[in-house]
């Protein structure tokens, strides 16, 4: 059971009113990103499994340690580098029907929500993102030059990396589909799996082939696994924190430089690079990058 922080309004930024915001970010000046996407998780699920568990890391996160919830970003990159030909393979040339957008776009939107976050007044970013497979090391590095010219500290982390060792990630499988099971259990319907060999329906939609051993059991036991991992650090940031300034602001200028710099070393990006023995996908697929 998650304990109550005896707070008694809203975690969210969007709900708070401004008296409400500087009593949270005074006892705890931590902000949290959750960060997913709408992509097909087979015919079973609802497209938005990645953003709903980020959300709900990050909520009980904030009830309970402290902190403010920024608004999430459901848009993230899942087209490029070695996303295509998985996308080719578990996809087709089917219409996925994502909210997918290109690197050089979603991070230095990235990198300007940091700067967002400092001028609000936050010296610790908490970004939980439940779309990964390796995005995450791309907003990580962009993070790592953002602390360059701020005394705030962030820390990325993709659900999975919270219980490594525990339990193993997958896209669409028992890990994920139990997830969604103990989150929104109203959003799985495994006897929707029929529907992958119905004409026009979109086949197999990147499903995982052990979905039908999820559950809510083992989903309950992924997630809060997951919550005391974030917790801990939440907390060791709360402490960290304690006492410290209100790092300067930081101007639209010092945040175009860090940009620049991050842009100049795009061949280095995860996201725009094929995993070892991966092929490019083949000319004329959707997944073909231009």
């Given at each position: 059971?998650?304990?109550?922080?005896?707070?008694?309004?809203?975690?969210?930024?969007?709900?708070?009113?401004?008296?409400?915001?500087?009593?949270?970010?005074?006892?705890?000046?931590?902000?949290?990103?959750?960060?997913?996407?709408?992509?097909?998780?087979?015919?079973?699920?609802?497209?938005?499994?990645?953003?709903?568990?980020?959300?709900?890391?990050?909520?009980?996160?904030?009830?309970?340690?402290?902190?403010?919830?920024?608004?999430?970003?459901?848009?993230?990159?899942?087209?490029?580098?070695?996303?295509?030909?998985?996308?080719?393979?578990?996809?087709?040339?089917?219409?996925?029907?994502?909210?997918?957008?290109?690197?050089?776009?979603?991070?230095?939107?990235?990198?300007?929500?940091?700067?967002?976050?400092?001028?609000?007044?936050?010296?610790?970013?908490?970004?939980?993102?439940?779309?990964?497979?390796?995005?995450?090391?791309?907003?990580?590095?962009?993070?790592?030059?953002?602390?360059?010219?701020?005394?705030?500290?962030?820390?990325?982390?993709?659900?999975?990396?919270?219980?490594e060792g525990q339990?193993?990630?997958?896209?669409?499988g028992q890990y994920e589909i139990s997830?969604?099971?103990?989150?929104?259990?109203?959003?799985?319907?495994?006897?929707?799996?029929?529907?992958?060999?119905?004409?026009?329906?979109?086949?197999?939609?990147?499903?995982?082939?052990?979905?039908?051993?999820?559950?809510?059991?083992?989903?309950?036991?992924?997630?809060?696994?997951?919550?005391?991992?974030?917790?801990?650090?939440?907390?060791?940031?709360?402490?960290?924190?304690?006492?410290?300034?209100?790092?300067?602001?930081?101007?639209?200028?010092?945040?175009?430089?860090?940009?620049?710099?991050?842009?100049?070393?795009?061949?280095?990006?995860?996201?725009?690079?094929?995993?070892?023995?991966?092929?490019?996908?083949?000319?004329?697929?959707?997944?073909?990058?231009?």
């Open positions: 059971m998650i304990p109550n922080s005896g707070y008694n309004e809203s975690v969210l930024w969007m709900e708070l009113f401004p008296a409400e915001f500087k009593r949270r970010l005074a006892d705890c000046p931590i902000v949290y990103l959750p960060l997913g996407l709408c992509e097909p998780h087979g015919q079973f699920s609802a497209f938005g499994l990645d953003t709903i568990k980020a959300e709900w890391l990050c909520l009980e996160a904030a009830r309970t340690v402290g902190g403010i919830v920024a608004p999430s970003l459901g848009y993230h990159i899942h087209e490029t580098g070695y996303h295509a030909p998985w996308l080719e393979e578990v996809v087709g040339e089917e219409n996925p029907h994502m909210t997918s957008m290109p690197p050089h776009v979603v991070l230095p939107f990235f990198l300007y929500q940091l700067r967002a976050f400092v001028n609000a007044g936050f010296k610790a970013i908490v970004v939980v993102t439940g779309h990964g497979g390796g995005n995450q090391e791309d907003l990580r590095k962009a993070a790592a030059l953002f602390m360059q010219i701020t005394s705030a500290r962030v820390w990325v982390v993709c659900d999975p990396e919270l219980v339990f193993t990630g997958d896209h669409a997830q969604l099971l103990y989150l929104r259990p109203e959003l799985v319907d495994l006897s929707r799996r029929a529907l992958e060999a119905a004409p026009g329906s979109g086949g197999r939609l990147a499903a995982g082939a052990d979905a039908e051993a999820a559950s809510p059991e083992l989903g309950e036991r992924i997630m809060l696994a997951c919550l005391a991992a974030l917790q801990r650090e939440a907390a060791a940031l709360r402490a960290w924190a304690a006492g410290l300034a209100e790092p300067p602001p930081v101007s639209l200028a010092q945040a175009d430089a860090v940009w620049q710099r991050l842009l100049g070393v795009r061949e280095s990006w995860t996201t725009v690079q094929l995993r070892p023995g991966q092929r490019a996908a083949r000319a004329g697929s959707r997944w073909a990058e231009i």
